[in-house]
């Protein structure tokens, strides 16, 4: 395991949602605790990893200094500050301007240059790859470019996941065959790329449907495969920042149509509900990105919508709590306050 990330807790956990309105069962859900990884987030494992791996490579050359550029509507590039901290190697991270001041400034904590361009991932990603990065001192230095989150060493490292998961319900004496589903938030489909390389490193893929969520106004893996081919979202719009991308990778789309994603839209406003609930009940407060995710777990009606099938109490959910640091309590208490103020106008 790469000293980037750590192994976390897979728990059983007790949503507030035993019994829905119409009488319906819960089934168990296991939340893998991604919120303890050293970024906050998932992206330790798959920025990481790719990151470790390359400046191992540039290291043993001898001759120049890795240098680290990484685009990011936050958690990736903290990531990415956070690994580089541990290799004492430069970083420089661009992120868009959706991205709060307090993830600028935490990513800025870490050593890490920090600049603010444009709309939404895309633009900062090419202003990165076409004015930053060409500034590079390339006598001296030697680029690590970290995509946040497609390259199959980004992959690799979320797929570790799937390996724990394996082991914990293993040592919990948890059968694989309870286990009708797993749910995970996406965004430009790293996470959900690496899930599917863990369950094929198991010949797990056929076997364990996943479940991928998205919100209004970023929804571009849920448009594209309405449509039958992959697309791009001239604008993004979502409070779910950190899965606010206007594109997808190109593996994603292969994945999850090969596969049968089923495929979850959420609103704004159903999401910070959940992300109150969740910071309420555990005393961890999820940012939206993630909360699109435990979403499922306080609603299991979605869950047996999108799986076509009625789950019972024996049944076996893992949610993927991908964690994230870009929201506290009043965030979301603002945002709360803010979706109510529309619903009464509308």
């Known amino acids: 395991m790469s000293s980037a990330f750590i192994k976390t807790p897979l ?69 990415a500050a956070t690994t580089c901290k541990k290799l004492s190697i430069p970083c420089s991270v661009v992120v868009p301007q959706t991205t709060n001041s307090r993830m600028v400034e935490r990513i800025k904590n870490l050593g890490a240059d920090v600049l603010i361009h444009g709309r939404h991932w895309k633009d900062a990603d090419t202003h990165l790859r076409e004015r930053v990065m060409k500034n590079l001192d390339i006598s001296r230095f030697q680029a690590i470019y970290a995509h946040p989150f497609d390259h199959e060493l980004i992959w690799e490292g979320h797929s570790t996941i799937v390996d724990e998961i394996l082991d914990t319900l293993k040592q919990q004496h948890v059968s694989i065959d309870k286990v009708k589903g797993l749910v995970c938030s996406i965004g430009g489909g790293g996470l959900y790329n690496g899930i599917m390389e863990g369950l094929k490193k198991h010949s797990l893929e056929w076997s364990i449907p996943v479940i991928g969520v998205e919100t209004v106004g970023c929804q571009v893996l849920n448009h594209s495969l309405s449509k039958g081919k992959q697309l791009e ?114």
């Open 11 to 79: 728990l059983e956990q007790a949503f507030a949602c035993a019994r829905n309105l119409s009488g319906e069962t819960s089934p168990r859900f296991f939340l893998k605790y991604e919120f303890l990884q050293p970024s906050g987030s998932f992206k330790s494992r798959g920025i990481g990893n790719l990151i470790s791996k390359k400046a191992e490579t540039i290291k043993l050359g001898g001759t120049k200094t890795p240098h680290v550029f990484a685009s990011s509507g936050g958690n990736a590039g903290l990531a």
């Open 233 to 346: 979202f001239d604008n993004v719009y979502s409070i779910a920042t950190s899965i606010g991308t206007n594109s997808i990778s190109k593996k994603t789309f292969e994945n999850a149509v090969q596969f049968g994603l089923r495929s979850v839209v959420l609103t704004d406003a159903e999401v910070i509900e959940t992300c109150l609930k969740f910071a309420d009940d555990t005393n961890i407060i999820p940012e939206p990105a993630c909360g699109a995710a435990l979403h499922l777990a306080y609603n299991p009606q979605i869950l047996h919508r999108a799986l076509k099938k009625q789950l019972s109490s024996e049944d076996v959910i893992i949610v993927i709590g991908c964690g994230g640091s870009a929201s506290s309590y009043s965030d979301l208490l603002l945002h709360s306050n803010a979706s109510r103020v529309v619903k009464s106008i509308s």
